[in-house]
C-alpha cells in the first residue's frame, strides 16, 4: 500500500506564499505520478497539479501561472510552491497518485491544511 506524509501547509495572507511538501512510499509504478489535490468544506475535490517521473505536468486553470509541481525521484517526493495565493485556495490539500494527469488521485495521507486569510 502507497503511504504519504504531506507537511507545509498553514495560515498566510492573500498574495503570500506557501511550499508543501510530500514524501511518499510505494512501487515505481504507483509513483509514475503525483501530484497535489485540495478540498474544501462543502466542496469537491479537485486537482491541483500532477507531474511523471519524466517531469510532464498538468496544472488546474485556477492556479496556473501561481503553482509550480516538482518532485524529486530519488526521494520519493513531490513539492508544491505556491505564490500570489488567493482565499479561494484555501482547503485541505492531498498528495495523490494517479494514472493519467488528469483528475483527482487517490490519496492514504491526512492531507495539510492552507488557509488564506487577511
Known amino acids: 500500500q502507497v503511504q504519504f506524509v504531506e507537511s507545509g501547509g498553514g495560515l498566510v495572507q492573500p498574495g503570500g506564499s506557501l511550499r508543501l511538501s510530500c514524501t511518499a512510499s510505494?512501487?515505481?509504478?504507483?509513483?509514475?505520478?503525483m501530484g497535489w489535490d485540495r478540498q474544501a468544506p462543502g466542496k469537491q475535490r479537485e486537482l491541483v497539479a500532477a507531474?511523471?517521473?519524466?517531469?510532464?505536468?498538468n496544472y488546474a486553470d485556477s492556479v496556473k501561472g501561481r503553482f509550480t509541481i516538482s518532485r524529486d525521484n530519488a526521494k520519493n517526493a513531490v513539492y508544491l510552491q505556491m505564490n500570489s495565493l488567493k482565499p479561494e485556495d484555501t482547503a485541505v490539500y492531498y498528495c495523490?497518485?494517479?494514472?493519467?494527469?488528469?483528475?483527482?488521485?487517490?490519496?492514504w495521507g491526512q492531507g495539510t491544511q492552507v488557509t488564506v486569510s487577511p
Open positions: 495523490s497518485t494517479k494514472p493519467i494527469l488528469y483528475g483527482v488521485g487517490t490519496s
Open positions: 507531474i511523471t517521473r519524466g517531469g510532464i505536468k
Open positions: 510505494g512501487s515505481s509504478s504507483d509513483l509514475y505520478i
